[in-house]
């Protein structure tokens, strides 16, 4: 399961408290769902002139990036909002100083953080069925989808030209491995080095050719690779029987050259859980940071 946290945003009277309960009645509690985020104190801190607005919009770009949380806004019409005002009244806004608020949200959900992003969805609708299915499904897609997809729909749909430090998990399948892919004739060249050196590290440190003269074991923590090639960084461990690859890009082109890569990483989580004699059932997690995700080469 990639996603992890679920914020619920939206003005007051949007739904928001029938779409959290709905939520976790549905998923049986399987995710930590939040009524409001840090996008809601960046939306007040715009309206107040406060001075944190710009360290909370970051914070929300860090979530978005992090591809392992899903903002919601519910943005049903102002005609909504207001009967649903109307009707329940407040202690604390007019209907002037809801519309103010309702007005940032919508603004800034559509200009600020774009509702393509595939993980910060805008829902108009008011239906709580539809809303809450229309969630259920964006989930079953982030959780399904290739890694290196989400990356390169997050890094298009940003409006930049690149974003720094995205990161992404993925459960590794053999079966889910495109090795079309993995033998691309631009770098097979690239990867067979890589899984060459990773491989003979893994066999050095079993026989204790390391600079300790000490022979490892499958709980080590000395597993690891270095470049400063694109594919900077790989660090393995296996711990509470689940084999953790975690890798680092020193930058990676998203249009071009991840998906690749991002096939010959899991193509080389199996052989590294197969040079360490585990079960063919040993659970592996790889976990991806792109330090430069871009578009132009």
Same mark, same amino acid.
């Given at each position: 399961?990639?996603?992890?946290?679920?914020?619920?945003?939206?003005?007051?009277?949007?739904?928001?408290?029938?779409?959290?309960?709905?939520?976790?009645?549905?998923?049986?509690?399987?995710?930590?769902?939040?009524?409001?985020?840090?996008?809601?104190?960046?939306?007040?801190?715009? %309206?107040?002139?406060?001075?944190?607005?710009?360290?909370?919009?970051?914070?929300?770009?860090?979530?978005? #990036?992090?591809?392992?949380?899903?903002?919601?806004?519910?943005?049903?019409?102002?005609?909504?909002?207001?009967?649903?005002?109307?009707?329940?009244?407040?202690?604390?806004?007019?209907? =002037?100083?809801? /519309?103010?608020?309702? @007005?940032?949200?919508?603004?800034?959900?559509?200009?600020?953080? $774009?509702?393509? %992003?595939?993980?910060? %969805?805008?829902? @108009?609708?008011?239906?709580?069925?539809?809303?809450?299915?229309?969630?259920?499904? &964006?989930?079953?897609?982030?959780?399904?989808?290739? $890694?290196?997809?989400?990356?390169?729909?997050?890094?298009?749909?940003? $409006?930049?030209? =690149?974003?720094?430090?995205?990161?992404?998990?993925? *459960?590794?399948? /053999?079966?889910?491995?495109?090795?079309?892919?993995?033998?691309?004739? /631009?770098?097979?060249?690239?990867?067979?080095?890589?899984?060459?050196?990773?491989?003979?590290?893994?066999? #050095? =440190?079993?026989? $204790?050719?390391?600079?300790?003269?000490?022979?490892?074991?499958?709980?080590?923590? &000395?597993?690891?690779? *270095?470049?400063?090639?694109?594919?900077?960084?790989?660090?393995?461990?296996?711990?509470?029987?689940?084999?953790?690859?975690?890798?680092?890009? &020193?930058?990676?082109?998203?249009?071009?050259?991840?998906?690749?890569?991002?096939?010959?990483?899991?193509?080389?989580?199996?052989?590294? &859980?197969? =040079?360490?004699?585990?079960?063919?059932?040993? /659970?592996?997690?790889?976990?991806? @940071?792109?330090?430069?995700?871009?578009?132009?080469?």
């Amino acid at each position: 399961m990639r996603i992890n946290k679920i914020y619920i945003e939206g003005p007051d009277c949007a739904g928001k408290s029938t779409l959290l309960q709905n939520l976790n009645k549905r998923t049986n509690f399987r995710y930590y769902v939040s009524d409001r985020s840090p996008f809601s104190t960046f939306i007040y801190d715009l %309206m107040y002139g406060r001075t944190n607005a710009t360290r909370m919009q970051n914070i929300v770009w860090n979530d978005i #990036k992090s591809l392992d949380c899903l903002y919601v806004v519910l943005l049903p019409s102002w005609d909504v909002i207001r009967d649903r005002f109307n009707k329940r009244g407040d202690d604390i806004h007019s209907e =002037e100083s809801l /519309k103010n608020v309702y @007005n940032h949200y919508q603004q800034h959900s559509y200009f600020t953080f $774009g509702v393509d %992003m595939p993980t910060f %969805m805008v829902i @108009n609708e008011d239906d709580p069925d539809v809303v809450l299915d229309s969630i259920l499904q &964006r989930l079953l897609c982030l959780n399904e989808a290739c $890694g290196s997809r989400l990356v390169r729909d997050t890094v298009f749909n940003s $409006g930049f030209d =690149e974003l720094v430090d995205v990161s992404v998990k993925e *459960s590794v399948e /053999k079966e889910n491995i495109n090795y079309y892919l993995v033998g691309n004739p /631009k770098e097979v060249e690239y990867y067979q080095k890589i899984e060459n050196a990773v491989l003979e590290k893994i066999s #050095k =440190e079993f026989m $204790g050719l390391n600079d300790y003269n000490s022979p490892q074991t499958h709980d080590s923590r &000395r597993f690891i690779y *270095s470049d400063d090639s694109c594919i900077s960084l790989i660090h393995i461990l296996y711990r509470c029987g689940i084999l953790d690859v975690d890798v680092t890009f &020193r930058s990676s082109n998203v249009s071009n050259t991840l998906k690749s890569d991002y096939n010959f990483l899991k193509h080389l989580s199996i052989m590294v &859980r197969q =040079e360490l004699n585990l079960e063919e059932n040993t /659970k592996i997690n790889l976990n991806v @940071n792109i330090r430069s995700a871009h578009l132009k080469a």
